[in-house]
């Protein structure tokens, strides 16, 4: 006659059964027991929250947004437009982010007059002028009022100094605004 015993155990492990042999051979007596293996999927490790190098870059670019609307605010518009460019969030997945940094941009481009366009194209180097060209096309997809007219003098500024090779590059570059 076999005596069965079910314990309960901690979730995550199934019912243990111990069973005991005859009551004749009980100097013999090894239990038998099935265990599953513990279930460690409900342990999930977030590593963004311990990413402290991205908490630094976005607070730098909180700081460098900043400093944008100073220098728009005292009139240096070739210099919000560099500080704008050279802090771009080209390799951020934040969509938010990228979004705020297009306002501005839009916001500087439409604040720098038609006879400064030039002398703002000729001061930045490639990789800049491709980041604007990025900006440029950007804004042609969220047009506002009056928007289109002033991208399209940048966008003819822009082509002048880089030429169609800037075009291409934005269009076959992954890193989207």
Do not use: H, W
């Given at each position: 006659m076999f005596v069965r015993w079910r314990y309960w155990t901690a979730p995550g492990i199934s019912l243990v059964n111990v069973s005991s042999p005859p009551a004749s051979n009980s100097r013999t007596?090894?239990?038998s027991i099935s265990v599953n293996r513990i279930n460690y999927s409900f342990i999930q490790i977030h590593v963004s929250l311990f990413?402290?190098?991205?908490?630094?870059?976005?607070?730098?670019?909180?700081?460098?947004?900043?400093?944008?609307l100073v220098y728009r605010n005292h009139g240096k518009?070739?210099?919000a437009l560099k500080?704008?460019?050279?802090?771009?969030?080209?390799?951020s997945r934040n969509q938010v982010l990228k979004d705020a940094a297009l306002a501005i941009v839009m916001r500087v481009l439409m604040s720098v007059k038609s006879s400064q366009m030039e002398?703002?194209?000729n001061v930045l180097d490639r990789e800049?002028?491709?980041?604007?060209?990025?900006?440029?096309?950007k804004g042609f997809e969220t047009p506002s009022e009056g928007s289109s007219g002033h991208l399209l003098a940048w966008h003819e500024k822009v082509h002048a100094v880089a030429g169609v090779g800037c075009i291409v590059r934005v269009l076959?570059?992954?890193?989207r605004l």
């Open positions: 007596f090894q239990p990413n402290v190098k991205g908490r630094e870059t976005s607070r730098n670019r909180t700081i460098a947004i900043k400093s944008v518009n070739i210099e500080n704008c460019l050279s802090n771009a969030p080209l390799s002398e703002a194209v800049q002028l491709d980041i604007l060209m990025k900006y440029i096309y076959t570059d992954r890193k």
